[in-house]
């Protein structure tokens, strides 16, 4: 039976959806809907775009023609999708270039709409110089007044992932960046050590971080430019203002017909990805997931998700039988010259998920310590009394800290204890792993409180 | 109840028994009896010393008096243990420096003998300026060779991987390096096409490769050094002779009390490290060891393996209840600039344990493609297709690959299948892992094999 697969979204987990699906089922006709003029491109790239490392003309991996070409898939940017009529299976789309609506049939629906950045809603957040760090467009838009206007001074507000990578890109342009953070530190979810050792490191560069602010304005020149951004703590003065106060599912078109979603907001699919309404399916951004460690639902917008999603999504609309068996969190950083990354859930989750937590933390050598370049990396781990299972991990230094990180991740979602980690026969190389592996010496040192 | 506890040995795997000895029971007397000067020092980072990347000072980890004050062991160097008397528990000793025998009483012996070079056992093997990398006291002449006469050629026999770290150590010494080897490529145990890709990295080098030659003999001129080395294949000419053939298992002190070995010559020890003889243990190099995956013994003398049995010997012999599981074979080497590690079985051990092997081979991104100073790792997967089971991989590349052949390790050692695997939810960050890491890029191509 040939299929008509309809994919609404075309930035990460669409494509991989998409793509799938024309994989899975040769004969199926897969339709991708996206209403921006850009398909598969990769947002996590644009900091590096912005710093310069990265070229801005290879951030698309697919165009819509490529997609069609290499990929089986008939991609339609410009497309809006407005309406979803689940009795009779079809979507209004809207052509934005013409302006003409028409009805494009499905067997099977995927919704991978994605997320939006959140907004302050305050004062003079339309400004010219005020940019979101979400679509491609922000970034070319952002890049060009860069270039165009070079202004000297720039506040970030938000410090978590995104807000400290932008941090970084700006700084590399030369900026003066001023953070404004509604906690204490930058980032949740990592450890209370971890989140002081990157304020540390920021400070180092000369970024002013200022923590518990909350920003209620923007006063705007005559030429719609923020001026000073008005906060909780005074006003700080600027010529670019980056907001980076995370996103929220795009669930309208979704909601709109039943489909149910969580208390984040997302849609609630299945294992199969599969929603409450027959025939659509949802993946990416536009989703909750499940939580591997404590079976909790979290709101997790990150593109390892989103392509994972797409394809169990995918899969199962052409006809397979994929699943998708949720996520521990797992998040890599570049702070300036220092690697973090956080597997797993955090202390404070792994206490109110009931676990009788504890938590250590070592600091071992990256490989031998007398070879030249070594350095030293900090693992933290936390565990459950019971279990003796190892819950989450942050690990941060110079390097081999964010690799170090995955192999935990392992563990993590593999339900491996720490007696079992402290038995890892691992490899052994002066210049790169020292005798016992930094893995090895938090598993032994995390042992002994347990 | 206080113990007598004596190692014999004091490399790696003694003063780790020791140590763990001394710590597990505190009110323990702990003797360690080491007939070189020297105790507790880094083979592994001779290659690094010769080369000039590490100090040769910093080699040693614990002298006998560091041992003795930091980790309340009585270590003695110069100290040689001719016999065991197993019934009246004691050992005799000779002091090389005085020349007087003792006997030294214990509760608990742990024997820590190691391993020595193999030989060749051909004519002119006693020459000046033919080296084995075993002891210190090689690397230490080695290193003064080099310094004051300045050899220019020099053949290397054996290309394991001793034999190609020293290979490039003499490369960067600014020495013309032949390497003779029995084999028709470089190592054992690793795929055939990581063995080419190898071979073809150190022909880059200027280094010249010679497959399927045995060494008939060295020809000595008139100061004791060797002038040609004569092989199956032709004579070569060289100012110096490495000769890395591997090493076997010191066991004379061993079998004469009785102490059962296994068909590689090495101490058969049970999970607890004990051995058939009443209150002796065993450990590190003397040792045979079993391999996780297919449950055969084999004889792996590296010091990943001898610290973790001497800490199993260490806190039996003091009272304790320690269980050593077994080891993979986990080895990495830099070869130039290429990492390279090898985890688990290869796919000829797999196919004669009987697993139904599947091999599969992949190429991707060590980072995000488009970011600056992007490399390619390949990533070479061996399966069962029973069980899907990972058996083992090789992994090589610019950088990246040595901590991610852990990461897979960890899925070898714990049987974990590779559905699993493809599902894993890994970090992605651009600077350091694409959106699908090599790992899972294997584990998909593999999967599609099974």
Redesign the interface.
Known sequence: VSKRIVVVGGLAAGPSAASKAARTNGSASVVLLEKSPHTSY?I??IP?FISG???GS??VSYTPDALKERKQVDARAHHLVEEISPGKRFVSVRNLKTGKTNQEYYDRLILATGARSKRLNVEGEDARNLFFVRWLDDAYQLKTYLQEEKPKTAVVIGAGYVGLEMTEALTRCGLQVTVLHKSSLPLSYMEHEVRERIRSIIDGQGVQFHGMVRTEGFVLGRDRKVTHVVTSEGTFDCDLVIECVGVEPQTELATAVGIRTGSFGGILADQRQETNIDNILAAGDCCEVRN?INKKMMYLP????S??TGWVAGENAAGGNAV???????????VFGL?V?Q?GISSEEARDSGFDVVVDSITAWSK?G???GATKLTVVTIADRKSKRLLGANIYGSE?A??????L???I??G?SVD?IQ???????????P???P?LVAANSLRKKL
């Open positions: 990769g996590c790239e590096y490392e990265v070229d290879r951030l591997i990150l593109a390892t998700i392509s994972k998708f068996r949720g996520a521990i969190r797992a998040i890599a950083i570049r690697e990354i597997v031998v007398i070879m030249p081999g964010v690799l170090r990180g995955n192999t991740a392992v563990a979602q593999q491996i079992d038995q890892w026969d691992l490899a052994y190389s002066p210049p790169f792993t005798l016992w592996d893995i």
